[in-house]
């Protein structure tokens, strides 16, 4: 069985109040367990996994909440001759591309500022036009950047970088340099992390609201708003700060984990704030909020803690913060993953079990039936930063899957058909 058990899973939770330990326990751990459990191939799949890519280089995409297909069929790669192996340079840029559905390339234009996990945040904003991350050398800040396929030209550029857009309406941004200094798989290179005094100054970090056609920001929700609201006698000896924001797709309401750290230990809580006033709810507060999803503009779906101390897929009403399972218990044996919500349906990962296998799921969550896709190899070389999460996403018709893997021993965006 190459599933980690309740047990292992339980030892893991448990062993998370030491993070050192926990660190070590795992790099014996599954290098023990992967001698007995190896499999003879890379990958099975239900229908094959084409490369999104042009040429030899490694190629991703990001995150698991955005596709990279807009509704036309173009798609937005990231590419690069570095080994993603290591860590990313920060003199050593990427490059954004943009193909069509045959692989012809459209557009392309090197980016500064990147990580594996995530890259330079590219998304759609519409069938013609997309926004990414970069770093201007003149003003050395950290921005954004609006091009459109249709004239290959800039369009926008905005002081904040984005962390994740609503149309062409606004965007949420938040601060890099903080994440640089506290999670740096979601960080950028180009400045240095904030400083220790800067990371304890909570007024006026946070999330950023910025409209699309006037480029008017405000301060939407900061550190110390999250800080104050639900208080907590740990939080003044903790480190904080955002990450993950998703908006729902009517663009009232946004989720964000508040994460904080006591002598490195992580607890999570999920928040709601609407998108307008930055009037927060408190969604989770049981220690551990990890991948979420808008399942419709109700409801969030959500790999987490719940109130019954149950680590599981969870669906949470916003209206009234009620907790319920998914049907049937079928996804729970999987473990965390990335959801990706379309329709009735989500597809979503998990990490590299005992053979080093990452399982690319279908579920359909009001039901709870699910359907494996496929299982793909990841090696121990990429490891801690340089990991590669499948980080799963459907096309905007919901016929296909797009996933990064490193099966094949390179990074690589692929392409999968499904039925949903």
Same mark, same amino acid.
């Given at each position: 069985?190459?599933?980690?058990?309740?047990?292992?899973?339980?030892?893991?939770?448990?062993? *998370? +109040?030491?993070?050192?330990?926990? /660190?070590?326990? !795992? %790099?014996?751990? *599954? +290098?023990?367990?992967?001698?007995? /459990?190896?499999? !003879? %191939?890379?990958?099975?799949s239900i229908s094959y996994p084409a490369p999104c890519s042009i040429n030899?280089?490694?190629?991703?995409?990001?995150?698991?909440?955005?596709?990279?297909?807009?509704?036309?069929?173009?798609?937005?790669?990231q590419v690069t001759d570095q080994d993603t192996r290591k860590l990313p340079s920060s003199t050593h840029p990427i490059k954004l591309l943009v193909l069509d559905s045959g692989k012809n390339l459209l557009f392309e234009k090197e980016v500064k500022s990147y990580n594996w996990q995530q890259g330079c945040r590219p998304q759609w904003l519409n069938s013609e036009?997309?926004?990414?991350?970069?770093?201007?050398?003149?003003?050395?800040?950290?921005?954004?950047?609006?091009?459109?396929?249709l004239t290959k030209?800039?369009?926008?550029?905005?002081?904040?970088?984005v962390q994740v857009s609503f149309k062409a309406e606004y965007f949420i941004s938040l601060n890099y340099r903080r994440l640089m200094a506290i999670r740096p798989d979601y960080g950028y290179r180009n400045l240095p992390p904030l400083d220790n005094e800067s990371i304890n100054n909570l007024n006026s970090d946070g999330l950023w609201k910025v409209d699309y056609n006037s480029g008017e920001e405000k301060l939407l929700i900061s550190l110390s708003q999250a800080y104050s609201f639900n208080y907590r006698s740990e939080f003044s000896d903790a480190v904080h700060k955002f990450n993950h924001v998703m908006i729902s797709e009517n663009g009232r309401n946004i989720i964000f984990i508040h994460r904080y750290l006591?002598?490195?230990?992580?607890?999570?809580?999920?928040?709601?704030?609407?998108?307008?006033t930055g009037v927060l709810t408190l969604l989770s507060d049981f220690g551990m909020v990890s991948h979420c999803f808008w399942a419709n503009n109700d409801t969030v779906i959500g790999y987490m803690r719940?109130?019954?101390?149950?680590?599981?897929?969870?669906?949470i009403d916003i209206s009234t913060q009620q907790f319920s399972p998914l049907p049937n218990y079928a996804l729970q044996g999987f473990g965390d993953g990335h959801p990706h919500v379309f329709g009735d349906w989500l597809?979503?990962?998990?990490?590299?079990?005992?053979?080093?296998?990452q399982h690319l799921?279908?579920?359909?969550?009001?039901?709870?039936?699910?359907?494996?896709?496929?299982?793909?190899?990841?090696?121990?070389?990429?490891?801690?930063?340089?990991?590669?999460?499948?980080?799963p996403r459907f096309s905007p018709d919901g016929k296909k899957v797009f996933f990064d893997s490193v099966f094949n021993g390179k990074r690589q965006l692929y392409v999968m058909d499904v039925d949903s």
């Amino acid at each position: 069985m190459s599933k980690y058990s309740g047990y292992e899973r339980y030892l893991a939770r448990w062993l *998370s +109040r030491f993070p050192l330990v926990k /660190s070590l326990v !795992k %790099y014996i751990y *599954s +290098r023990l367990v992967f001698i007995f /459990s190896r499999k !003879k %191939y890379t990958n099975q799949s239900i229908s094959y996994p084409a490369p999104c890519s042009i040429n030899s280089q490694s190629s991703f995409f990001g995150y698991y909440d955005k596709s990279p297909a807009n509704e036309n069929g173009l798609i937005l790669v990231q590419v690069t001759d570095q080994d993603t192996r290591k860590l990313p340079s920060s003199t050593h840029p990427i490059k954004l591309l943009v193909l069509d559905s045959g692989k012809n390339l459209l557009f392309e234009k090197e980016v500064k500022s990147y990580n594996w996990q995530q890259g330079c945040r590219p998304q759609w904003l519409n069938s013609e036009c997309f926004i990414f991350n970069d770093f201007d050398i003149d003003k050395k800040s950290y921005v954004s950047r609006v091009f459109s396929i249709l004239t290959k030209k800039q369009l926008k550029v905005f002081d904040f970088p984005v962390q994740v857009s609503f149309k062409a309406e606004y965007f949420i941004s938040l601060n890099y340099r903080r994440l640089m200094a506290i999670r740096p798989d979601y960080g950028y290179r180009n400045l240095p992390p904030l400083d220790n005094e800067s990371i304890n100054n909570l007024n006026s970090d946070g999330l950023w609201k910025v409209d699309y056609n006037s480029g008017e920001e405000k301060l939407l929700i900061s550190l110390s708003q999250a800080y104050s609201f639900n208080y907590r006698s740990e939080f003044s000896d903790a480190v904080h700060k955002f990450n993950h924001v998703m908006i729902s797709e009517n663009g009232r309401n946004i989720i964000f984990i508040h994460r904080y750290l006591l002598g490195g230990v992580r607890f999570d809580r999920l928040l709601l704030a609407d998108s307008t006033t930055g009037v927060l709810t408190l969604l989770s507060d049981f220690g551990m909020v990890s991948h979420c999803f808008w399942a419709n503009n109700d409801t969030v779906i959500g790999y987490m803690r719940g109130p019954d101390g149950v680590d599981g897929y969870w669906l949470i009403d916003i209206s009234t913060q009620q907790f319920s399972p998914l049907p049937n218990y079928a996804l729970q044996g999987f473990g965390d993953g990335h959801p990706h919500v379309f329709g009735d349906w989500l597809v979503t990962d998990t990490y590299p079990d005992k053979a080093r296998m990452q399982h690319l799921l279908l579920c359909n969550w009001r039901s709870g039936e699910v359907k494996e896709l496929g299982e793909f190899y990841h090696g121990f070389e990429f490891g801690g930063e340089c990991r590669c999460d499948l980080h799963p996403r459907f096309s905007p018709d919901g016929k296909k899957v797009f996933f990064d893997s490193v099966f094949n021993g390179k990074r690589q965006l692929y392409v999968m058909d499904v039925d949903s």
